[in-house]
């Protein structure tokens, strides 16, 4: 559409230059001084239009190539972002609305701790809510295995003109590695498995598991890829080695069932800093078929010091409750929840009270099981 309306305007230059022309062939015989200064001051404005015209389709095609192939510039709310031509829920949902509703109560949560929180974004996907909280002010070491993924994410940021929080105090920093979190156990280099058509939906198992498929439980064949990425322990890699702060604020995890290896490979770190705060995904099934215990993540919450308050439902849920205490209720509810996954808030006692008003505004009831 740009590029016939630049065709246009330059026919519609070529054509009041060829008038210009005539008529001083005109004027020279006529003495027309009066039409001919006329007309040029027309062909100026012209030309003026079509310089501005071709500036702004480079500037826009160059904002369009810094996102990666099969994915192009959206808007969302306070940043841009790269989001995928093909059908994504996450990102048709923010071309929709703007946002996507399961970083709102992140965003809560950070207003709550300060103006310049420091966030754990693991899993951080295409980066919708690492965007959102950099916009915000806050500084997000962002982990994304996924080399898609990843490079979606870094061209974001990119775009964004988000700088790294090791170079000095900004409002709105963003570190993005291209690394899988996992447990010591687990460390080295892992092959990504993701959902046909849906690289949102990636997991992470050993190599030496996937040669044995044997070993993962019920994960069908199609979901194997051929890429690969190193996995490291937070505890090990980010913060003993000056590769980030040395403590975070507020902690999100989104694995797809690694939630736990991530959690024990950052045991030393959380316990000695313990984050004000934590988002995870909880999915059993899928803790299982990675050889976890579903019981063992809520427990490591439940006996540091953290309320752990459940978003039921799918993206952008309703309906909240608290587990109160690790006995058989908790077994009874990880019974009736092993076939799905749930969104798990765990806040510290310590910094959020029960009468805190955040727990109102985020609309998290209490209710015994």
């Known amino acids: 559409m740009a590029g016939e309306a630049s065709v ?6 070529l054509a009041s230059l060829l008038i210009c022309f005539l008529f001083e062939g005109v004027i020279a015989d006529g003495g027309y001084d009066g039409q001919l200064s006329d007309l040029r001051q027309r062909v100026q404005h012209l030309e ?10 480079n500037n826009n095609a160059k904002l369009y190539h810094r996102c990666p192939y099969g994915t192009q510039l959206g808007n969302a709310r306070g940043f841009v972002i790269c989001l995928r031509d093909a059908f994504s829920l996450i990102d048709e949902e923010i071309r929709r609305s703007g946002k996507w509703e399961d970083c709102e109560v992140l965003m809560e949560i ?3 701790l300060g103006q310049q929180v420091h966030v754990l974004d693991v899993g951080a996907n295409i980066g919708a809510c690492t965007m959102a909280l950099a916009a915000a002010g806050h500084h997000v070491v962002a982990v994304e295995p996924h080399p898609k993924l990843f490079s979606q994410l870094n061209a974001s940021v990119a ?6 929080f090791r170079h000095g105090r900004h409002h709105g920093a963003v570190d993005v590695h291209r690394v899988a979190l996992t447990s010591k156990e687990k460390a080295g280099r892992v092959l990504l498995w993701e959902r046909p058509r849906n690289p949102a939906a990636t997991f992470t198992m050993s190599l030496d598991a996937a040669a044995a498929a044997s070993s993962v439980k019920d994960i069908p064949a199609t979901y194997y890829t051929s890429e690969s990425a190193d996995a490291v322990t937070l505890d090990d890699t980010f913060f003993w080695q000056g590769r980030g702060p040395r403590s975070f604020d507020l902690v999100k995890i989104d694995v797809n069932g690694g939630e736990l290896d991530v959690v024990e490979g ?16 909880f999915w059993p099934a899928n803790i299982r078929k990675l050889d976890g215990d579903p019981l063992k993540l809520l427990s490591f919450f439940l006996e540091n010091g953290y309320h752990l308050w459940v978003l039921q439902g799918t993206a952008g849920s309703e309906s909240t409750f ?3 205490d690790e006995g ?3 077994l009874d509810h990880l019974a009736r929840i092993e076939k799905r996954f749930i969104d798990v808030i765990a806040l510290s006692s310590a910094r959020f009270p029960p009468k805190n008003s955040m727990r109102q505004s985020l609309g998290l009831a209490e209710l015994s099981l």
Do not use: C, D, H, W
Not at 159 to 164: D, I, R, T, V, W
Not at 271 to 278: I, N
């Open 159 to 164: 775009l964004n003109g988000f700088p790294s």
């Open 322 to 324: 608290r587990i109160l």
């Open 48 to 57: 003026k239009q079509l310089s501005m015209s071709n500036s702004n389709m």
């Open 328 to 330: 058989q209720s908790l």
């Open 266 to 281: 950052a045991m030393r770190t959380f316990l000695r800093y313990p984050p004000k705060a934590f988002k995870f995904e």
């Open 110 to 112: 950070s207003s709550v």
């Open 8 to 13: 246009s305007m330059m026919l519609l230059l």
